[in-house]
């Protein structure tokens, strides 16, 4: 099950402290499984936390091995495609990618990477435009739209979810159409990393 998101406070940046920006969209559980990597039955509703979504999270398919740094390399590779798929002038929030324990497993053998931010078109009225964009750049290649729905909240806000079972990534988008600043806001999920032989998980 899904958890909406809503602005909260932005995720540790690696390497500074804590920031005051507030996204549109956090962490929320996104559910992965092995053969589709998320699951929904799109009825939920805004409102859910990282805390949520930790307790939420189950089936994360095995990524594969890879050090902490080159999974985070990996899912900030993903959000940077995902920002020119939007293909409009606009501006990405800072706040880098963050890691947390795969629930069920040693949390210093493996780990899952997540990368909340939210793009701001130059224009808002470029807003549904690089909605368009993505949901025909997430539906070609190894990349499979899961769901397109419109939620519970107030504002009805459109829901894009897709994922990549190449890369074991998921991005959820919400399109955020009324509010003051139009924006969307995303998030990059990874799958289920496990680190090398030797080696433990650099968590942040």
């Known amino acids: 099950m899904f958890y909406g998101p809503r602005p909260v406070p932005a995720p540790h940046r690696r390497g500074g402290s804590p920031r005051t ?6 962490l929320t559980g996104l559910l992965l499984s092995g053969c589709g990597m998320t699951d929904n039955d799109g009825n939920d509703s805004p409102g859910g936390t990282a805390d949520d979504s930790q307790e939420a999270r189950t089936g994360l398919p095995d990524a594969g091995t890879a050090t902490t740094d080159d999974a985070v390399a990996a899912v900030k590779k993903v959000s940077s495609e995902i920002y020119r798929f939007a293909g409009v002038p606009g501006k990405a929030s800072e706040p880098g990618p963050g890691v947390k ?30 909605m368009e964009n993505l949901k025909k750049r997430l539906d070609t290649g190894d990349w499979v739209t899961k769901k397109l729905y419109h ?18 990534v998921s991005v ?15 998030n990059v999920t990874s799958g289920c990393y496990q680190v090398p032989e030797g080696e433990t998980v650099d968590h942040f």
Do not use: R
């Not at 920006?21 to 956090?26: D, I």
């Not at 519970?152 to 074991?168: F, G, Q, T, V, Y």
């Open 21 to 26: 920006l507030t996204l549109a969209l956090v």
């Open 151 to 168: 939620d519970n909240s107030p504002n009805k806000a459109l829901n894009l979810i897709a994922d990549n079972d190449a890369k074991k």
């Open 101 to 130: 324990e795969c629930a069920g497993k040693d949390p210093d053998t493996y780990f899952t990477v997540y990368h909340p931010w939210n793009f701001a078109p130059s224009k808002p009225e470029d807003l549904d435009v690089a």
């Open 172 to 186: 959820w988008i919400v399109q955020y159409s009324k509010d003051a600043k139009p924006s969307l806001g995303i």
